[in-house]
């Protein structure tokens, strides 16, 4: 890699409509792989001849976003293995603050957005290698200037690791980190936070064993 009423929580429907406002992508890298064995971000998809997952992410934000950023401590597998290594252009946030995990990833990638300018930041994860430009689009349709989270929704669960959020929030953010929360679902009680639900459910999938990656690649 190179360097409609709403209320906290609502379920909605959305007009055809989208933001004109820049977009930033950020990538969240820096976990430790620990069920998977092996650093996700530099796995290969869709198989063993194809370019490293985070490249295909990268490259598939970049579609609909003005900048990416893959956020990934120095210290973690992501940055060792793949920063300086060619592929899509990206910039590297690399100060997050250690063992914080996905949510001091969040803190520092929506900050370093808000420094250069950008208000809003889709966030995803570098394990969710069926993640589509379409679901960027649906979410930017929900963003408001009441809304701090636009959140991806299936008819399981919440995916806060696949939403756009306000730069803004990175204040908020940090502030639960530095005391000592570290859930993502975390941020939605903290922040007014609109649902959407998605209509390609399979954009949310993330591979965190060798048999999700395994079954994916079989499918």
């Known amino acids: 890699m190179t360097d409609s009423e709403n209320t906290r929580g609502d379920l909605v429907d959305l007009p055809e409509s ?14 430790r792989s ?6 996700k971000a530099s796995l290969q998809w869709p198989d063993d001849t194809a370019e490293p997952m985070l490249a295909r992410i990268v490259r598939t934000v970049a579609e609909r976003c003005d900048r990416v950023y893959v ?4 210290e973690s597998s992501a940055y060792r293995l793949l920063h300086g290594t ?7 946030v690399t100060d997050e603050e250690p063992g914080t995990g996905p949510l001091g990833g969040l803190a520092a990638g929506l900050a370093a957005a808000a420094a250069d300018g950008f208000g809003l930041g889709f966030v995803c994860a570098t394990d969710m290698p069926l993640i589509g430009p379409g679901l960027i689009d649906e979410l930017a349709r929900g963003a408001t200037p009441s809304t701090q989270a636009v959140i ?5 669960r919440d995916h806060p690791m696949a939403a756009i959020y306000r730069t803004s929030s990175a204040p908020v953010v940090a502030d639960l980190v530095a005391g000592g929360e570290r ?3 975390a941020v939605l009680d903290a922040l007014e936070t609109r ?3 998605v209509s390609e459910p399979e954009w949310l999938t993330n591979v965190n064993a060798p048999e999700d990656l395994h079954d994916l690649r079989v499918s």
């Open 18 to 31: 989208t933001t004109t406002a820049p977009i930033a992508g950020l990538v969240l890298a820096g976990g």
């Open 34 to 39: 620990r069920r998977m064995g092996t650093d």
């Open 71 to 74: 956020v990934a401590a120095q």
């Open 86 to 92: 060619g592929g899509p252009e990206a910039v590297w």
């Open 152 to 156: 991806a929704h299936d008819a399981r």
């Open 183 to 185: 859930r993502m679902l």
């Open 195 to 197: 649902r959407v639900p």
